[in-house]
């Protein structure tokens, strides 16, 4: 099952628009966790901005869930399922959003500057999301078998590794930052 769908700009890492239907009506425990999961697509939409994430999908695992992306002219898609939802559903999923958001004017989508401020494409989610809810209707069972002898191509990662990456990168920068020539005479 889609559980969070995150639309954002590569550029800045801004994140555009989103669809929590795991958020609604739950329990505070649930409640924090889903934000979790939230703050974990916005720092993957972060990582996909700075390059450190340089390829144009990618199925990242955590816990009992999956994340998947989709870059496409500068628009990175990204979807929280089920570890058991399928792949191919997953991203089928982010290639009807694309198609949709593609026939909104870019020079507006560059233009907004806030967070979560296209709500015009909030509803356009959740309908789409919807049609991937179930998936055994003939509509799914049909995206799942075509072209079934073509696996995706798609590298999957563990969420661990990227944090640990992005840890390491800081702790390279950061004595690079405070290098002065005194500091070299020092040693």
Known sequence: MVKLTIVGRVKDGLPLAQEARYMNNETTTSHNLSSNYKQQAEFLLNEISKG???????????????FNYLVV???????????????K???NYLQD????????DNGLIYKITKPYSFVK???IISSIRKQYIDT????????????R????????????????????????ETPAANYTPQSSSLL
């Not at 450190?52 to 999956?66: E, F, K």
């Not at 959003?97 to 909104?104: A, I, N, P």
């Not at 055994?136 to 069972?141: G, P, S, W």
């Open 52 to 66: 450190a994430l340089p390829l144009p999908s990618m199925t990242i695992r955590v816990d009992h869930h999956s």
């Open 73 to 87: 002219n500068g628009i990175c898609f990204i979807t929280l399922c089920d570890s058991s939802y399928p792949r």
């Open 89 to 91: 559903l997953a991203f």
């Open 97 to 104: 959003l694309q198609k949709e958001f593609d026939k909104f």
């Open 121 to 123: 494409f909030d509803s």
């Open 136 to 147: 055994r209707t003939q509509a799914n069972l049909s995206k799942l078998n075509a072209n």
């Open 149 to 172: 002898h073509r696996e995706l191509d798609i590298v999957t990662g563990n969420m661990s590794d990227i944090v640990e990456r992005r840890r390491n990168s800081e702790i390279l």
